[in-house]
């Protein structure tokens, strides 16, 4: 047995030998009874399990809202005193409500499901020197195992042997381009990313063959930990919970301290005519009345619509939302923390400079269009200049371009790919078509380059090189200078070196291009070709950033949002490309990976507020970043597209996966997903995210307003001594559609002028602050008021006629009050048609109200008589009161306030 868990041993120094005698093992495999003995200490080869919520779990979960908990209640208490339409009313809204988030949900995510579709079923092992195939779940640690093009890589492991072996770890570590591995001992605290003799769970073969001794499986390889973060990483409730469970408990213990001071207050007043059962039964229903006007019985539906449009239009934008409440939280958002290729970049590498016969040509286009020019000093250059280059590039080179979907991809290497576009720039779509490709050599780690023979038609044949600068030149003793061929000295070769470093300090991939005419046969070895070379030039790369990310970022400055780039590429690369956006300036940092394990919490802490760029970041370093921002304060997104990225995206407030080059594993865990993997994506939907905010703040504002006049109406008129002005049938109608229609309809208003020039609302901002409850509470009064001054008035033609004149009043006063609450400054939002579906909805109200007074069967349900026109003018005068107040209440009850409420 091996002498030493293998989870504490780096393999990646070993050398082979050492690895396969550390885990007691051989080239030919282990014997069968060797397997077995392992499968039972160790366990299967498969990643552990999350539970699943079942259907039914997803649906019962919406009832927790302690809205909807107080609505139960109020039903049950309907249903005990047989007001089984009242019971009826609130349950059905309860239901909608419940519905609506359950469908929106359904399809949430399974993280670890999604992981486990990443393992390989089937692997070909060699056991006692036969090659047989097995279930994936039966490998052990000391298996050896064969890997060919299009696997996927079944179990960690250390390569043994490996022809031309390119390997795609994009869902690991974040690299977007295919690894070159190689069997040659590392460094120990070599990189994970950098660890080119190992190969890892969930990765994919993408050329060439190897053979690999598996070092871990199970739970106990990279995909493995990364699964056992998932599983023990909390999801984050977002914001618009946390408000609204405040709320629900605020409203709540406001209704049972109401309820018990009106209940005490009337039971002292107890009429001598009645028995104190008769009086307290009667008082029971009245304080039952009273729960349902204080309590805003649509106000869960509202929410939940509301944010169900809000999800429909961030769609629309190419943000797809997964669970409702997130629509809103991302209005909420004050740090993003963003991975770089793909989001801030095209990920489409492009040729931006070419150096040759020392002049240095500007490149211009962007991505994989061929659109662009070569400019010397801004002038264009002479193309015969760059004919040798741009065909060395072209030619030496394995990649290929294809369309998919309208736009050009590249099948192969990216950096391969951006050198056939800038020949094809200079020369069209077939450029060099006459050459004929005798010998290729194949790019390896060792050598840091490829080379490829290729004959034109009728002539001589020509070696083509490029590499690494440094590497290739060494392998030239020539190069081409505008007089021609010269012999390549010290000062040359310093010259050139410097140049390489200029165009590295651009954060540019640079290669070097170099050719030479062959005589005589074509060697079988790379060496005797890679002799004697003609250094021709340099030419520089880079994944530019997207056009519309600049404008973006300018967006999060003046919203008063924080933007790190969290990369596993370089330091140098992801700082230039933050320069270029206006991401990075003067005074901020950049960390590396290593630099991050290093420093404790407390001195992290300090510098994140200037932390701008994190490189060669791990997955642990993510999670640990996104931790310390949140208790910092701060409400993070996170993007992110990898398997690596999974932990730190269900520990986000918000999660985002990119929607393109997303693995099943980031989609499963994120609680949206960016459709077009682009950062200006995510800037529109903070931008509609507060607009979704605003609205439902709006809706609240005016249904709890709403509600506070229909508690003070029924309030005062106790305590005057008078006969209820209000049935709890009146009182639920105007709850549920009355002002619940205009609610409604606020979620069509548009996007409030500065949305995003105001600072991020106070994670910790209370739902209900002073303002807002003293705004409540004078405009309820002023309601319930004027409410009851008609009330009162109307008391000399009969209780019933009364009660129809408050009713209306309190209909009417909410129309009004909802067309002052559309903007948030004074008058900031007058015109009526300027959202049509608030038109038709108070208009809607208005009309049921009038049937409610004039048809005679809604009559004798709810009670009403018919009204005057004097009734109506005394009604709309009164009522006009609501708009006045809600508008004047915008200069004392600040914007920042109602943002922040």
């Known amino acids: 047995m091996p002498s030493s868990s293998p989870s504490t041993v780096s393999f990646h120094a070993l050398s082979c030998e050492e690895a396969l005698q550390r885990l007691e093992s051989q080239e030919t495999g282990l014997q069968a009874s060797q397997a077995t003995e392992r499968l039972t200490r160790d366990g299967l080869n498969t990643i552990r399990r999350e539970q699943a919520r079942t259907p039914w779990q997803l649906f019962f979960s919406q009832f927790k809202d302690p809205l909807n908990i107080m609505l139960l209640i109020a039903t049950l208490i309907g249903v005990l005193l047989g007001e089984y339409l009242d019971a009826s009313a ?32 089937q692997a070909k092992v060699l056991r006692g020197g036969s090659v047989v195939q097995i279930d994936a779940s039966q490998l052990v640690v000391g298996d050896v195992v064969q890997l060919a093009a299009g696997d996927m890589i079944p179990a960690d492991a250390r390569l043994l042997e490996a022809a031309d072996l390119q390997v795609d770890e994009a869902s690991l570590t974040g690299e977007s381009n295919s690894i070159r591995k190689h069997t040659r001992a590392l460094a120990v605290n070599t990189h994970l990313s950098d660890r080119g003799n190992m190969v890892f769970t969930g990765t994919s073969v993408v050329n060439g063959s190897a053979l690999a001794l598996v070092t871990a499986t199970g739970m106990r390889t990279q995909l493995g930990k990364i699964a056992e973060h998932i599983l023990s990483a909390e999801e984050q409730k977002t914001p618009l919970q946390v408000k609204f469970e405040r709320i629900g408990r605020q409203i709540a213990l406001a209704v049972v301290a109401l309820i018990t001071l009106v209940f005490i207050a009337t039971m002292l007043n107890k009429p001598a005519a009645l028995t ?46 997964k669970r409702l409440p997130a629509a809103e939280s991302l209005g909420s958002i004050t740090q ?8 801030l970049t095209k990920n489409e590498m492009t040729v931006t400079r070419l150096w040759t016969q020392a002049q240095e040509v500007e490149v211009t286009g962007s991505g994989y269009e061929t659109e ?64 004929t490709q005798k010998k290729i050599y194949p790019f390896d780690s060792t050598r840091k380059r490829m080379s490829a023979i290729y004959a034109q038609e009728g002539g001589a044949l020509e070696v083509y090189a490029k590499g690494a600068p440094d590497l290739l030149l060494a392998c030239c003793d020539r190069w081409l200078t505008a007089e021609g061929t010269s012999a390549l000295d010290d000062a040359a070769r310093e010259a050139i070196l410097k140049q390489n470093e200029q165009l590295a300090k651009q954060a540019l991939r640079v290669l070097a291009l170099a050719y030479k005419p062959l005589e005589g046969d074509i060697p079988a070895s790379s060496e005797d070709v890679e002799q004697g070379l003609i250094f021709v030039g340099l030419v520089g790369m880079i994944d530019p950033p997207r056009p519309e990310v600049l404008d973006a970022i300018a967006k999060t400055r003046s919203a008063g949002i924080q933007v790190m780039v969290i990369t596993g590429d370089h330091a140098s690369t992801a700082q230039a490309v933050a320069e270029q956006i206006g991401l990075f300036q003067k005074g901020d940092l950049v960390l590396t990976g290593t630099a991050l394990e290093e420093m404790d919490d407390a001195t992290l802490r300090e510098k994140l507020d200037a932390l701008r760029i994190v490189s060669r970041a791990l997955p642990e370093h993510k999670y640990r970043i996104v931790d310390l921002l949140q208790k910092k304060g701060h409400i993070v997104a996170m993007t992110g597209d990898g398997v690596n990225d999974a932990p730190a ?43 979704i905010y605003d609205k439902i703040v709006k809706s609240t504002r005016y249904l709890l307003s709403c509600n506070a006049g229909e508690i003070w109406v029924v309030f ?15 009182i639920l109608l105007m709850n549920l559609i009355t002002d619940g229609l205009p609610a409604l309809a606020l979620s069509a208003e548009p996007t409030d002028e500065g949305i995003m020039q105001r600072p991020p609302r106070p994670p910790d901002a209370s739902p209900l602050n002073l303002q807002t409850l003293v705004f409540l509470l004078i405009f309820g009064l002023i309601m319930g008021i004027g409410s009851l001054f008609l009330y009162h008035r109307g008391l000399s033609e009969g209780l019933d006629k009364a009660r129809t004149v408050a009713f209306t009043a309190l209909v009417m006063f909410e129309m009004f009050a909802v067309l002052g609450v559309r903007s948030i400054r004074p008058f900031g939002r007058i015109n009526p048609l300027s959202n049509m579906w608030l038109f038709v909805a108070v208009g809607s109200s208005v009309a049921l109200q009038v049937l409610l007074v004039y048809a005679p069967p809604l009559q004798r349900i709810f009670k009403t008589v018919p009204l005057t026109l ?25 914007e920042e306030s109602f943002q922040r409420s």
């Open 870 to 894: 004097l009734d109506w003018g005394w009604i709309a005068l009164v009522s006009s009161l609501g708009f006045i107040v809600m508008e004047v209440s915008k200069f004392f009850v600040r």
């Open 276 to 321: 104190f059962a008769q009086h307290a039964g009667s008082m029971l229903l009245f304080s039952v009345s009273l729960a349902v006007a204080a309590v805003p019985s649509s106000l869960p539906a509202i929410v939940t619509i509301g944010l169900a449009m809000g999800t429909a239009a961030l769609a629309r934008k190419k943000m797809l939302i």
């Open 716 to 730: 005062l008129a106790v305590i005057m001594g008078l006969p209820l002005p209000l049935l709890p049938l009146q």
């Open 649 to 691: 995206l269900k520990r986000a407030d918000i999660g985002l996966a990119m929607g393109i080059t997303g693995t099943d594993v980031a989609k499963s865990v994120s609680k949206a997903i960016i459709l077009d993997d682009n950062f200006s994506t995510i800037v529109t939907a903070i931008e509609e995210g507060r607009h």
């Open 372 to 435: 662009g020019a070569f400019l010397i000093a801004n002038e264009s250059c002479d193309l015969a200049l760059l004919e040798l280059p741009l065909r060395i590039g072209l030619l030496c080179n394995e990649a290929q371009l294809s369309e998919k979907d309208g736009k050009t991809v590249v099948i192969g290497d990216p950096t391969e790919g951006s050198l056939i576009v800038a020949a094809q720039k200079a020369f069209g779509q077939k450029p060099f078509a006459d050459y």
């Open 90 to 121: 609130m349950l059905s809204i309860v239901l909608l409500s419940a519905i609506l988030g359950f469908i929106q949900e359904f399809r949430a995510e399974r993280a670890v499901e999604a992981l486990q579709k990443l393992a390989s079923p």
């Open 336 to 343: 993003i923390c963003s991975d770089k290729t793909g989001t």
